[in-house]
């Protein structure tokens, strides 16, 4: 099972003030020298939540690009982009430079989204959005497994779009999804999956693998062909908080880190994608440690 991180790109990350490139760019190789698996980015355009002030984040493909460039070995991806603030070909067309700056590292996690106030903000159409998310997901997959497209959709369309120069790869599609039409979508297009946020895993989680499940047999989908992936919340209560937390953060020694890693991994789990609270470079060696431990690399 591997093991990735959500970068520090937001203010609800941040320890003194939101974070800027050195830090960020820092965190990511840290993560990357004590041998975790993957870095994520979450994108958005702002939050607004009532009685609450706005805050935000780094636009996220801007520093998965720089990323891409400043690591040499971690996967790259987005925990998610959100697909309707960019045109779906030009995605494709962003995923497959990127990838190759990255030298084939790049996952693509895509989303619909979810935060109203965003796309008002930006004067984003937030209606149907499942289905403005199935239409530009039938743009970008096909186009980054090298094959040209034409649609002429509701919302969107493309006329003999093809990648030149093409994909070097196949380049990998994560969708994140719950309800049972964004699961029958990535049962039918994606080639991983993800399902967040949790502590230790629960009857959310085990309900939420039987769905995937259920949509993988509709869509007559090999279950091996899409990966599992869910995320983690993990405290070190021994380190200042930032100030929103998620109350299902798991807590613990490294040793039960390790163990809860078991516990994932038992599920067939294919990768835990870690929200560290805080996000410094002692939860990372905390993290590495127990990856350390739960693989055998150390004595229990």
Request: glycine fraction near 10%.
């Amino acid at each position: 099972m591997k093991v990735g991180v959500t970068l520090p790109i937001g203010q609800a990350d941040a320890l003194g003030g939101i974070a800027g490139w050195p830090r960020i760019h820092a965190h990511a190789r840290h993560a990357e020298a004590v041998g975790l698996d993957s870095i994520w980015l979450a994108d958005h355009l702002l939050f607004r939540f009532p009685d609450e002030p706005t805050t935000g984040i780094h636009e996220a493909w801007t520093i998965l690009s720089a990323l891409a460039a400043t690591t040499t070995r971690v996967e790259v991806g987005t925990l998610v982009l959100c697909l309707e603030f960019r045109n779906p070909a030009l995605v494709a067309k962003m995923a497959v430079t990127a990838d190759e700056v990255s030298g084939g590292r790049l996952v693509l996690g895509l989303g619909a989204g979810w935060h109203d106030p965003e796309y008002e903000a930006f004067g984003i159409p937030l209606d149907h959005r499942v289905g403005r998310f199935e239409e530009g997901l039938r743009i970008v997959a096909p186009l980054l497994r090298g094959e040209s497209v034409t649609i002429d959709g509701r919302w969107h369309h493309a006329r003999d779009a093809i990648l030149t120069p093409p994909p070097g790869r196949r380049v990998p599609i994560l969708v994140a999804a719950k309800g049972p039409r964004m699961l029958r979508l990535t049962a039918r297009h994606a080639d991983a999956w993800n399902t967040a946020w949790y502590g230790r895993p629960d009857e959310r989680l085990a309900a939420a693998l039987a769905g995937l499940d259920r949509a993988l047999d509709l869509e007559h989908r090999d279950p091996g062909e899409v990966a599992r992936t869910v995320g983690v919340v993990i405290r070190d209560r021994d380190q200042p908080q930032p100030a929103e937390g998620r109350p299902m953060a798991f807590e613990g020694r490294v040793d039960a880190i390790a163990r809860l890693l078991d516990e994932y991994a038992a599920l067939s789990v294919d990768e835990l994608t870690v929200w560290l609270e805080p996000k410094t470079g002692r939860s990372l060696d905390r993290l590495a440690e127990a990856v350390r431990l739960q693989r055998g690399v150390v004595a229990r």
